[in-house]
T-cell receptor, first 110, second 116 residues
């Protein structure tokens, strides 16, 4: 069965600092991979996706993620965090139905 | 309207009430989903409809009853709910690819349900 692990429940970073959110998945082949962001009281918004091809994918709001097959990882990165990035971030694996990780809540401090 | 819309945005109901949640997608997608989001729990997939037919039901209690009259509309009928059913209910749609792989999902803003 497919599964997604986001090992960090909460992360706090200073505004302007770099960010990396971890995601590991379990699946026998290469799945479709997604990162979503959820602001309080809102639905989820897609940040970026990986289906195939270049393993470094660019998304909206300055985010990028790198697919590493050998590590079964799809970590999300941003070089400089803005206060408006404070939200919850979900990694998801999509094969025959999408499975979401438990989420990482990002706090940004001035 | 664009994207995925959900009504109502907030709902408070007693355990004996019957209510329905509505979702509408304006994206021309062929699949729609209901998710439940509770505090400190991962998103739980409740129902999947592809081409208006239910393809997955993850052992959801019968007090939740979905209905998909066409590819643009999805309902979740609620009856005799329990307080632990209080949660954010999210609707999503996607354009599924051949081979069963799910395309990216577009989410509505959710309905915040409180069961008293």
């Amino acid at each position: 069965a497919q599964s997604v692990t986001q090992p960090d429940i909460h992360i706090t970073v200073s505004e302007g600092a770099s960010l990396e959110l971890r995601c590991n998945y379990s699946y026998g082949a290469t799945p479709y991979l997604f990162w979503y962001v959820q602001s309080p009281g809102q639905g989820l918004q897609l940040l970026l996706k990986y289906f195939s091809g270049d393993t470094l994918v660019q998304g909206i709001k300055g985010f990028e993620a790198e697919f590493k097959r050998s590590q079964s990882s799809f970590n999300l990165r941003k070089p400089s965090v803005h206060w408006s990035d404070a939200a919850e971030y979900f990694c998801a694996v999509g094969t025959l139905g999408v499975t979401f990780g438990t989420g990482t809540k990002l706090q940004v401090i001035p | 309207e664009t994207g995925v819309t959900q009504t109502p945005r907030h709902l408070v109901m007693g355990m004996t009430n019957k209510k329905s949640l509505k979702c509408e997608q304006h994206l021309g997608h062929n699949a729609m989903y209901w998710y439940k989001q509770s505090a400190k729990k991962p998103l739980e997939l409740m129902f999947v409809y592809s081409l208006e037919e239910r393809v997955e039901n993850n052992s959801v209690p019968s007090r939740f009853s979905p209905e998909c009259p066409n590819s643009s509309h999805l309902f979740l009928h609620l009856h005799t709910l329990q307080p632990e059913d209080s949660a954010l209910y999210l609707c999503a749609s996607s354009q599924d690819h051949a081979g069963g792989y799910s395309g990216e999902q577009f989410f509505g803003p959710g309905t915040r349900l409180t069961v008293l």
